[in-house]
């Protein structure tokens, strides 16, 4: 029996130590294989040469340049790195042209990215981005910022005009156009809106500045009393001087437009409506009318302000089936003939039906 005993004792001892020996051996061959594949792989990795893009400035400014004027610029790159460097596309931004040489650079050579822009006939801020796409992986994608200041070798005064009706001329001033950097010129055209203001001129006389006498047509105005002058120059680098005008009415009238929201057809509601006179004169407002008689019109109530009145005004909109809005223009009418429009629009509410038991 101890006999027996003994064998399985040294059965179980012999199992164990070949478990354990079979064990160390597995885990070696383990981190062995291991080792064989991730320190070779790392080693390259880290030894593979890399291609890298480098910019001298990634902002280029033009500092200040004439208008109507082709500016170009070269913004100057390096492969400061150890593989071959591929440009694999110029993202241009609006009326900035973009050139290159070519599109591939071997280690330590240099290149440049050629851009070109047309600076306009205007005294303006420019500023534009490029991103350029490469096989750089540090920086696959590179910003580069382009700046400029337009400035106009001519100037002009005044630059606007404010006009009014009980001045001789409407109080229009003269206009002086010089040349700042004293480079003659001639005068080609004087245009603006409706060719209610005029200036004679001789386009055949050269000069570094002219004085010009404007005219002023009332009775050709715009509506809006409002325009532009806009005077065609031989400058090279002033080739417009632009003028913006407008004339103060005689009556201003608030709001306006008049909005109606969520109405019912039929439905009466009251708006204020507020009529200055802007030259401090008395006037009378004979009535308040519908231009297609579409809406329904009732001054209920005129009362005095500065210079003017304020009316509370009825309105009631046009009961027509199928139509969500309606849309009329109304006229304040004064006792001296004068019509003074004024837009109306509404929009009707929507009421969904019950359900039916």
């Not at 205007?122 to 580069?144: A, G, Q, V, Y």
């Not at 106009?152 to 229009?172: H, I, M, T, Y």
């Not at 005029?198 to 050709?220: C, G, Q």
């Not at 309105?315 to 223009?329: G, Y």
Request: aromatic fraction near 6%; include cysteine; charge should be neutral.
């Amino acid at each position: 029996m101890k006999r027996k005993s003994l064998i399985l004792a040294l059965v179980l001892i012999s199992y164990v130590l070949f478990l354990q020996t079979g064990c160390q051996e597995q885990a070696k061959s383990t981190n062995e294989a291991l080792t064989a594949q991730t320190k070779p792989e790392a080693a390259s990795e880290s030894d593979k040469p890399l291609p890298r893009i480098t910019f001298e400035n990634v902002v280029y400014d033009f500092g200040e340049v004439g208008p109507n004027r082709m500016n170009t610029g070269q913004i100057k790159f390096t492969n400061t790195g150890k593989a071959l460097l591929k440009i694999t596309k110029v993202d241009r931004c609006c009326g900035v042209v973009t050139n290159m040489d070519k599109m591939e650079y071997e280690p330590g050579e240099s290149g440049n990215v050629e851009v070109a822009w047309n600076s306009g006939p205007r005294e303006s801020t420019m500023s534009r981005k490029l991103t350029i796409h490469s096989n750089d992986p540090k920086t696959p994608e590179i910003s580069l910022s382009l700046t400029a200041k337009v400035v106009l070798q001519v100037d002009w005064e005044p630059k606007s005009l404010r006009l009014f009706l009980n001045e001789e001329n409407a109080g229009c001033p003269k206009i002086t156009i010089n040349s700042i950097d004293k480079q003659p010129f001639s005068i080609l055209q004087f245009k603006s809106t409706a060719d209610c203001i005029t200036a004679d001129f001789d386009s055949s006389v050269e000069a570094t500045k002219f004085i010009l006498e404007p005219r002023v047509n009332i009775e050709a105005m715009p509506k809006n009393f409002k325009g532009r002058i806009n005077i065609n120059l031989t400058h090279p680098e002033g080739k417009t001087a632009t003028i913006l005008f407008s004339v103060l009415p005689t009556y201003t009238v608030r709001p306006s437009m008049i909005i109606v929201w969520d109405t019912e057809p039929g439905k009466p509601v009251v708006k204020k409506i507020d009529v200055i006179n802007n030259y401090y004169k008395d006037f009378e407002i004979e009535s308040v009318t519908s231009k297609d008689n579409m809406i329904g019109i009732k001054v209920l109530e005129q009362r005095e302000i500065t210079n003017g009145y304020q009316l509370d005004v009825e309105l009631t909109p046009p009961a027509v089936e199928n139509e969500t809005s309606f849309k009329e223009e109304l006229s304040i009418n004064i006792k001296n003939g004068e019509k003074l429009a004024i837009r109306c629009s509404g929009q009707y509410s929507i009421r969904k039906s019950k359900p039916k038991m």
